[in-house]
C-alpha cells in the first residue's frame, strides 16, 4: 500500500526530513545542589526532555534555540520586565513584499521583534560540549533544518538565522561568544562556513544589481573569516584551518525535481550516495563531487575569494555568471554592460541621469533633507570638471548625459507626466503617491474644521465591494464646498488659475501651519513653505517654479503697495520673470498655487472690495490637540487623492480663477476690507454715509469743488485731501465717471418750520453716488426707516432736466 501523507505541513516537513518525535527531541541533564534534613551538602540531578520542532496553531513550524549547555535562549521585549523564550518560526504560507529594488521577495521565517540572533546549536553539538569531548571539524551553515539533518548523519554542525547570523550579539563584525565558546571548550581544529547551491547564481531582472547577491555572499564569508582572526593566532586555542564551501551549483540546474539547493535537500535526495557525500564534505578545498571549497586560512584570502565570486572585475563577473545573464544587458554596480560576442562592453552608468545640460550649463539632480527630515529632490549647478575628475574611469560618461535647449515647467500629476517636453527639461517632478480608494475620516474632519460651511461629507464602507465610499452634501458659495473643489481643481488641472486661500485667526495651535505641511507632504519637492523674509526676498528662483507657494506666518505692511502688487500678479500671472542672483532675468511659465497662513486675523494685508484673488477663512482653534494628526493625514493621502481625482467639481467654470467672485467672499474678507481702508477710503465713505442718512436722498450728485471744500473742512477734516488724490480715487479705484455740465442740487440743512431738507443748486460736471452703493444692510434699513421731516428725493435724470427748463439751459452757461 502507498505510503498515507501527512495532513499537516508542519508533519510533512518532518516526514521529509526523516525527523520522527524521538529525533526531535533530546535529553539535557541539569546539576543542581541542595540540602539534606540534616543540612549536609549535596547535588542531584534533573532531566529535561527538549523539543527541537513545535508546531503552532497556523501549522507553522516553531523552530526552538537552545543555549550550549541545553536550556532555552531567551530575550526580553522593550514594553516586558519578563523574559521570554526564543524562537523562528517556519511560515506554512511565505509572505511576499517588494524590496529596496523594487524586486519581489519572499519572507519565509518569521521572528520576534526585538528577539536578536543567535546560533542554532544541534542536539549532537550541545551533547559534545555537555560532555567536553574534541571536535576535529565544525561546520556551520545557514539554516536550522539543514544544521539538525547534517547532525541526523552525526555531522558536528551548527546553524545560522542567515549568513551572516554569526555576530555577537553586543559587538559589531565580532563572532557570536557562545560559538567561541564551544570553538575553544572543544578544541575544535577546522572550521567550514558552508553555504548552499545558489551561492554561485544570480536573477537577471530589468535594473537590478546583479553585483549584490554575490558581494553579500563575498562578505558574509570574509567577515566571518575575520571574526576568527584572534582564534587562529591564539596558542589556547587548536583552531588552524579555516575553509568556505558550498554545494556545487549543478544541482540546482536539473530541473526542479532534482533541486538539492541545501545540505538537507542533497542529503534527502540522494539517500543512495550519503557516505560519498559526507566523505566529499570532509574533503574541503579537494571535494570535487557534491562540493566546491577553498582555504580561506591565509590572511590574504581576500584577493582570491573576490576573483572566487566574480568580483574582481566585470569581466571575471560576467565569466562566472554568464549561464545566468546570457547576452542580455545587465547591471553591475552603478553601470549597465553588455556582452556583444567578444567583449563585455560599458552601455551606461546609471548616475548618468543625475547630470544634464540645459543651454551652456551643467546640473545636477540630488538628494537633500527639508526642515522635516525627509528627502526632496533639488537642482544645482555642477562644473563639467568636477563631472569628469569623478568618472574618469568612465571615458564615456560626459556622452551618455542629456542635453537640453531650456527650462520648462509643466506640472502634470496623472500617468501622462513627462520629464522631457522637446528639447526641455521639466522642473516640475512626479509625484510619489498612488491613488488609491480608502477611509478619508481624518482628512475631512480636518478640513471641516479649518473650512466650516455647512456642506459636508460622510464615509461608509461598501461590504460588497470592500472599499471605503463617499457622499457628499454640497452648496454654491459654501465655504466647505469652495475648499473641496479648489483641491479639486489643483489635482485635477494643475494649469488653471485659481484664488489664492488665505487662513487667518489670532490664535495659536488652529492647525493653519498643518493645511501647508500637508500639501508639501502631497506635492513632495513641487512644494515649499516659505516664512515673511524669504518670500519678500529680491530673488524668487528659490520658490518661483513651485506648484504649492505655501507663505506661513505672512504679514504684508499696509503702506507697501509694491508688496500687494506682487502678491496679486502671482495669483493671476501666466508667466512671471525668475531673479537669480548673478543672473539676468528669465521669464518662465508659471503655475503656482499661492497660499497665505497669518496670526493677523483683520490686518494681514489691505483688501478692496473690488479684489477677487483672496478666499479669506477665518480658523477656529482647535478644540483638542492630537498629536498624531500629520502622521493620521499623511496615511490617507492615497485615498484622498483618490477621492479628488474621481469627485465632480461643483461650482461652474465663471472666472479666469474659476469661482464667481461673490462664492469666495467670506465674512472674514469684508471686516479686512473694512478695518484696512486707507484714510481717503474712510474720509470718503464717512462723509457720503452722512450725506445719505442724514438727508435721506437715495440720488446725490456732487461735484469734485463740493467734494474738495466739504472733506477739507477746517472744522471737521484732520488731513487734507489732495485733489489729485481724489481724483484718483473716484475714477481709478471706483471706476465713476463725471457727468457733462449740468445744474443738480446739494442738500445742506433742515427747514425746521416746514420740516423740509433745504438745499441749494450749483452747475458742473458731478459724479453720481447712488445709496445702495455705499451702505451696508444695517445702514440701508436706517435709511429705509421712518422721519419725522419730509425727505425730498432728488427727481431722476429726465425730471430734474425737466425742471431746469425756463431758468437756464446747458447752452446759455457760461462755460
Known amino acids: 500500500m502507498p505510503e498515507k501523507k501527512p495532513n499537516s505541513y508542519f508533519l510533512q516537513r518532518l516526514h521529509d526530513l526523516g525527523i520522527t518525535s524521538e529525533i526531535n527531541t533530546f535529553e539535557v541533564t541539569e546539576i543542581v545542589g541542595g540540602y539534606d534534613e540534616k543540612k549536609k551538602a549535596k547535588t542531584f540531578e534533573n532531566k529535561h526532555i527538549r523539543t527541537v520542532f513545535e508546531t503552532d496553531s497556523n501549522d507553522n513550524i516553531r523552530i ?64 559534545k560540549y555537555l560532555a567536553k569531548e574534541e571536535i576535529e571539524t565544525l561546520f556551520i551553515t545557514e539554516g536550522e533544518f539543514k544544521a539538525f539533518k547534517g547532525d541526523m548523519m552525526e555531522i558536528d554542525i551548527i546553524g545560522l538565522p542567515s549568513i551572516h547570523g554569526f555576530y555577537s550579539s553586543d559587538v559589531s563584525g565580532k563572532l557570536h561568544e557562545d560559538i567561541q565558546e564551544l570553538l575553544i571548550s572543544c578544541k575544535v581544529k577546522k572550521v567550514v562556513y558552508l553555504t548552499d547551491a545558489d551561492t554561485l547564481t544570480v536573477t537577471w531582472a530589468e535594473g537590478k544589481n546583479l553585483r549584490n547577491r554575490p558581494t553579500s555572499f563575498y562578505t558574509a ?24 564551501m558550498h554545494i556545487r551549483t549543478q ?135 568636477e563631472i569628469q575628475r569623478d568618472y574618469k574611469k568612465f571615458p564615456d560618461f560626459i556622452d551618455q548625459l542629456a542635453r537640453y535647449d531650456a527650462f520648462c515647467n509643466v506640472p502634470n500629476w496623472s500617468d501622462l507626466y513627462r520629464r522631457k517636453h522637446g528639447k526641455c527639461f521639466n522642473v516640475c517632478n512626479p509625484i510619489t503617491h498612488i491613488p488609491t480608494a480608502g477611509s478619508i475620516t481624518q482628512t475631512i474632519g480636518y478640513l471641516k474644521h479649518l473650512f466650516g460651511g455647512e456642506g459636508w461629507v460622510r464615509e461608509y464602507y461598501d461590504q460588497d465591494a470592500k472599499v471605503y465610499r463617499q457622499m457628499e452634501s454640497c452648496a454654491y458659495g459654501d465655504p466647505f464646498t469652495v475648499a473641496l473643489d479648489y483641491l479639486s481643481i489643483q489635482f485635477q488641472r494643475p494649469k488653471h488659475k485659481l484664488p489664492v486661500p488665505l487662513l487667518v485667526s489670532p490664535e495659536q495651535g488652529t492647525g493653519k501651519s498643518t493645511f501647508l505641511k500637508w500639501l508639501r507632504e502631497i506635492y513632495g519637492s513641487n512644494a515649499t513653505i516659505l516664512n515673511n523674509d524669504q518670500f519678500k526676498m529680491n530673488f524668487n528662483s528659490h520658490y518661483i517654479t513651485k506648484y504649492i507657494i505655501g507663505v506661513d506666518e505672512g504679514f504684508l505692511d499696509l503702506e507697501k503697495k509694491a ?100 462664492y469666495i467672499i467670506t465674512d472674514q474678507f469684508r471686516r479686512i476690507v473694512e478695518v484696512t481702508k486707507s484714510r481717503l477710503d474712510k474720509v ?103 422721519t419725522d421731516f419730509k425727505g425730498m428725493t432728488i427727481p431722476d435724470r429726465k425730471e430734474e432736466q425737466l425742471s431746469l427748463e425756463g431758468e437756464k439751459k446747458d447752452e446759455d452757461l457760461p462755460f
Open 64 to 127: 526552538n534555540y537552545f543555549t550550549l549547555s541545553g536550556q532555552h535562549y531567551t530575550y526580553r521585549p522593550d514594553d516586558s520586565t519578563t523574559s521570554r523564550k526564543l524562537f523562528r518560526t517556519r511560515l506554512k504560507t511565505p509572505t511576499e513584499f517588494t524590496n529596496d529594488e523594487g524586486v519581489k521577495t519572499t519572507m519565509k521565517y518569521a521572528q520576534a521583534k526585538g528577539s536578536g540572533h543567535c546560533p542554532f546549536f544541534t542536539p549532537g553539538i550541545i551533547k
Open 221 to 244: 564569508v570574509k567577515n566571518f573569516r575575520n571574526s576568527l582572526q584572534l582564534l587562529i593566532d591564539s596558542d589556547e586555542t587548536s583552531l588552524d584551518l579555516v575553509y568556505f
Open 251 to 385: 544541482f540546482i540546474r536539473g530541473g526542479k525535481k532534482e533541486e538539492a539547493k541545501g545540505l538537507d535537500d542533497l542529503l534527502c535526495k540522494y539517500t543512495a550516495v550519503t557516505k560519498k557525500i559526507i566523505t566529499d564534505l570532509h574533503q574541503f578545498d579537494f571535494a570535487k563531487d557534491y562540493f566546491s571549497g577553498k582555504n580561506i586560512t591565509s590572511n590574504r584570502f581576500t584577493v582570491d575569494l573576490l576573483k572566487y565570486f566574480g568580483l574582481g572585475s566585470v569581466e571575471i563577473f560576467y565569466t562566472t555568471f554568464r549561464d545566468f545573464i546570457g547576452t542580455r544587458e545587465f547591471r553591475w554596480g552603478k553601470s549597465r554592460y553588455q556582452w556583444d560576442g567578444e567583449d563585455v562592453v560599458h552601455v551606461r552608468h546609471e548616475d548618468a541621469d543625475q547630470y544634464f545640460r540645459v543651454g551652456q550649463d551643467w546640473y545636477k539632480k540630488i538628494q537633500a533633507p527639508n526642515k522635516d527630515g525627509e528627502m526632496e529632490e533639488e537642482i544645482i549647478p555642477f562644473k563639467i570638471g
Open 563 to 662: 508688496e500687494k502688487e506682487r502678491l496679486k500678479q502671482m495669483a493671476t500671472a501666466d508667466e512671471i520673470f525668475m531673479e537669480r542672483k548673478g543672473v539676468d532675468l528669465k521669464k518662465t511659465p508659471y503655475y503656482g498655487k499661492l497660499i497665505l497662513c497669518s496670526n493677523d486675523a483683520d490686518k494681514v494685508m489691505a483688501m478692496d472690495t473690488e479684489d477677487r484673488r483672496w478666499f479669506v477663512v477665518r480658523v477656529p482653534k482647535l478644540k483638542r490637540k492630537n498629536p498624531f494628526l500629520e502622521n493620521l493625514l499623511k496615511e490617507e493621502i492615497p485615498a484622498w487623492l483618490h477621492f479628488i481625482l474621481h469627485r465632480k467639481i461643483v461650482h461652474p467654470k465663471q472666472d479666469d480663477l474659476w469661482f464667481k467672485t461673490e
Open 684 to 786: 470718503v465713505e464717512n462723509f457720503l454715509k452722512d450725506m445719505f442718512l442724514t438727508y435721506r436722498w437715495p440720488v446725490l450728485r456732487l461735484d469734485l469743488k463740493h467734494l474738495l471744500a466739504q472733506l477739507n473742512d477746517p472744522k471737521v477734516a484732520k488731513y487734507k485731501i489732495d485733489e489729485k488724490d481724489l481724483v484718483y480715487y473716484m475714477e481709478e479705484r471706483k471706476k465713476m465717471k463725471r457727468e457733462k455740465v449740468q445744474r443738480f442740487k446739494i442738500p445742506h440743512g433742515h427747514d425746521p418750520e416746514l420740516n423740509l431738507v433745504k438745499h441749494h443748486s450749483d452747475v458742473g460736471r458731478p459724479f453720481v453716488f447712488r445709496y445702495e452703493d455705499w451702505l451696508n444692510a444695517g445702514e440701508v434699513e436706517e435709511f429705509d426707516s421712518p
